[in-house]
């Protein structure tokens, strides 16, 4: 449920977790990034930092400046000011992401796992069988048949959490047990109801379906993209993934190394929650792509 | 500048708070864990108690200075000697060019600071010289000092033989035992009462699998409320389990059985539970234990533990210094 006071619990000296609610539910997350949009722009003295994610927003303040009491009855503030849920619009440019679905990496990857630390299937195999699909094409249809919305970022520079807007591309996926100690950068990774784009070569525990030579994150700042920020993604973005053949992926990776790829953005697309409710509305459940 | 010899184990830049405002985006603070020992350092020397300096774990480098400085050693003892020479804790000293300090083991403590006057001169990455080592980013090319690698040191005019008054020290416990504050939440209502008592008077071992990402705890079973239970699917089935959510500095963070205090380095959000807080007045503790050292926790007010936190903020000051 959506609470209708949120939920203010302390974490030590200098942190407070905010819950608004106690579910993975669209319109819970849409209320939490538009709360962190308001309480951002209400520049509180003393309040240092915003970690929203699916549900909730951690907080850190800074209580020489403000107190605890103090904080947590702005933030009350803010909260109170929402007003209707329905009449939100937020800013939401689309991200274009190509994918070889099912490709060598991926199954390197796989391959290395299996070698050294335990046998698995295949997870292209695994995700056709648990979520009931034709095979490798309908797996890269479904994945690539919807608009993502970015829930949460984080967890390792980056990293954003990307669950499905379309209900009827959304999947299911166990986790690695146990996770995998590497995953190739640009890795596409399924986890829970939750794809992401891994960021850097970091260990990881998602299903692996795909690779994009585009990269998410830059420490260096070299690509266009990443001149004024080093993570491409933030919540309440929107991804749409795009599959290619190997042909078109060699071309775009080469572009990535000599420093010239231009990410492809729609950066002036909105998002009207009361216009997406009316389109699930509409929508035949049963129709799969 | 001065070269490295030798890196010690994992021997960082850091500076103190560490990086701000880049949370959200998946960068943790970082800085020194023991920040009250890393403050008292750059005070010796004449730098802002934030400036960037050295933290050495477990293990100390070897270094050579190519150019006179002044610099200081606090926190616990690596057993540092310059050219031979026994160099004293928590006080200022003075080297000449082509003089080796050289740094072993820890035989107090877990971590020493080393500072240098002018501050260890990096550029900042996100408005920080700290270093993420799991980020690659910060401090020397984002990662521990290098065998025959250089560390730029900026123009400072310390001087050497200040040192600090006896009572400002960081009170070191000599059995091995430490008494670690802690705040409950925010998801302390996820442990049963049975839980919670056991958390609050049992003794933990902190584990050897320990990092500046996490300290593993280890202890005694945790139960839980129904809270943990009986909840929706999404959550996640073991009772730790919860929707994904952002993770304090400092959260005990409850996977499976296994609670890890989340550090400096943490990982920034997951889907486990955070039943108890560290909070900021005890880290100089986690960063002076060692493996295998045992934990007792406890229970203090919010209002407390800001209390003691500028308690030792106001130690952190000329006050504390006497010319030796």
Redesign the interface.
């Given at each position: 449920m959506i609470y209708d006071k949120p939920k203010f619990l302390p974490g030590g000296d200098r942190f407070i977790e905010m819950e608004l609610g106690d579910e993975l539910n669209f319109d819970l997350n849409f209320l939490v990034h538009a709360l962190t949009a308001k309480i951002r722009e209400a520049e509180i003295q003393g309040l240092i930092e915003l970690l929203p994610n699916m549900a909730s927003i951690v907080i850190s303040y800074d209580p020489d400046t403000i107190s605890y009491a103090d904080i947590k009855a702005e933030i009350l503030t803010h909260h109170l000011a929402m007003g209707s849920l329905e009449d939100m619009e937020l800013l939401s440019p689309i991200y274009y992401i190509p994918v070889l679905y099912c490709d060598h990496v991926t199954r390197a990857c796989w391959e290395d796992y299996c070698a050294k630390i335990t046998e698995k299937e295949y997870d292209p195999d695994l995700m056709v069988r648990l979520n009931d699909l034709d095979g490798y094409d309908q797996l890269a249809r479904i994945h690539s048949g919807t608009e993502y919305w970015v829930a949460a970022l984080g967890f390792y520079p980056g990293l954003a959490s990307l669950i499905a807007l379309d209900p009827r591309c959304r999947m299911t996926a166990p986790k690695y047990n146990p996770p995998r100690t590497w995953t190739p950068k640009g890795t596409i990774g399924y986890g829970g109801s939750v794809t992401c784009v891994y960021p850097a070569q970091t260990p990881g525990g998602y299903q692996i379906i795909g690779h994009t030579p585009v990269p998410v994150c830059d420490i260096a700042q070299t690509l266009p993209a990443f001149k004024d920020d080093l993570a491409l993604l933030r919540p309440g973005d929107r991804v749409r993934f795009f599959p290619v053949e190997r042909e078109e992926y060699d071309y775009v990776e080469r572009r990535v190394e000599a420093g010239n790829y231009v990410h492809n953005v729609a950066s002036y697309a909105k998002f009207s929650i009361r216009d997406y409710h009316k389109w699930l509305d509409g929508l035949e459940m049963k129709e799969r792509f | 500048m001065i070269e490295v010899l030798k890196t010690g184990l994992e021997t960082c830049v850091q500076d103190f708070p560490g990086r701000?405002?880049?949370?959200?985006?998946?960068?943790p603070p970082s800085g020194p864990i023991d920040h009250w020992s890393f403050r008292l350092a750059n005070l010796l020397v004449g730098n802002e108690p934030g400036d960037a300096a050295l933290e050495c774990q477990f293990i100390g480098p070897a270094l050579k200075f190519k150019a006179p400085a002044i610099f200081a050693l606090t926190g616990g003892d690596m057993q540092a000697k310059l050219d031979g020479e026994y160099v004293p804790l928590w006080q200022s000293v003075a080297a000449g060019a082509g003089q080796k300090l050289e740094m072993g083991p820890a035989l107090t403590g877990a971590r020493c600071y080393i500072s240098f006057a002018g501050g260890v001169d990096v550029p900042p990455?996100?408005g920080s010289r700290s270093t993420f080592v799991?980020?690659?980013?910060g401090g020397i090319d984002?990662a521990p000092l290098a065998v025959g690698g250089e560390i730029p040191v900026g123009v400072g005019e310390g001087i050497s033989g200040r040192r600090i008054k006896r009572k400002c020290l960081p009170p070191l416990p000599n059995n091995g035992k430490w008494l670690i504050e802690v705040?409950?939440?925010?998801?302390d209502d996820w442990i049963d009462k049975a839980g919670q008592k056991r958390f609050l008077e049992s003794m933990w071992k902190l584990s050897p699998k320990s990092n500046r990402v996490g300290f593993r705890l280890e202890g005694p079973k945790w139960t839980f409320t129904r809270k943990a239970i009986d909840?929706?699917p999404?959550n996640g089935s073991d009772p730790s389990n919860t929707?994904?959510?952002?993770?304090?500095?400092?959260?005990i963070n409850l996977g499976g059985q296994t609670p890890i205090i989340l550090l400096n380095d943490t990982?920034?959000?997951?889907g486990f539970i955070?039943p108890y807080?560290?909070?900021?007045?005890a880290f100089w503790k986690l960063g002076q234990s060692r493996p295998n050292e045992i934990y007792e926790f406890e229970l203090i007010s919010?209002e407390e533990?800001?209390a003691r936190?500028?308690a030792i903020n106001a130690t952190c000051s000329e006050d504390s210094i006497e010319l030796a």
């Open positions: - | 701000k405002g880049a949370f959200g985006m998946g960068f990455f996100l799991l980020g690659k980013c984002g705040c409950a939440g925010p998801n909840k929706a999404e929707i994904d959510h952002g993770y304090p500095i400092g959260a990982l920034t959000l997951g955070n807080t560290v909070p900021s007045c919010i533990a800001q936190k500028r």
